[in-house]
């Protein structure tokens, strides 16, 4: 079982930039694929982004493309969300996510594609 801790949410304006981590713990950190949702209050649990076990492959929900960006440090076991010109519509709990996969450039979108979820940070936009 992975433990995941995230942590760097907060309070920033309109337009500004937060980056958030996800720190992992296991062995097998490497051949895990990762993901980022997020929750708003009344609103479903959203896809956000996710990255290869490899690190190689990268996939964004579409409100968030061109903005954020998902990158894997495998040495320090940690997953990184940098979020730029964030909007009040961002305002959510981030969580992070993993799952276990033998398919290091396969990436994977779903709530249900994962088995081990963070207890999330707060990240509030205000306008």
């Known amino acids: 079982q992975v433990e995941l801790v995230e942590s760097g949410g907060g309070l920033v304006q309109a337009g500004g930039s937060l980056r958030l981590s996800c720190a992992a713990s296991?062995?097998?950190?490497?051949?895990?694929?990762m993901g980022w949702f997020r929750q708003a209050p009344g609103k479903e649990r959203e896809f956000v982004a996710a990255?290869?076990?490899?690190?190689?492959?990268?996939n964004y929900g579409d409100s968030v493309k061109g903005r954020f960006t998902m990158s894997r440090d495998n040495a320090k076991n940690t997953v990184y969300l940098q979020m730029n010109s964030l909007k009040p519509e961002d305002t959510a709990v981030y969580y992070c996510?993993?799952?276990?996969?033998?398919?290091?450039?396969?990436?994977?979108?779903?709530?249900?594609?994962?088995?081990?979820w963070g207890q999330g940070t707060q990240v509030t936009v205000s306008s």
């Open positions: 996510a993993t799952r276990g996969s033998f398919l290091p450039a396969v990436t994977y979108q779903r709530v249900t594609d994962y088995n081990s």
């Open positions: 296991g062995r097998t950190f490497s051949r895990n694929a």
């Open positions: 990255i290869s076990g490899s690190g190689g492959i990268t």
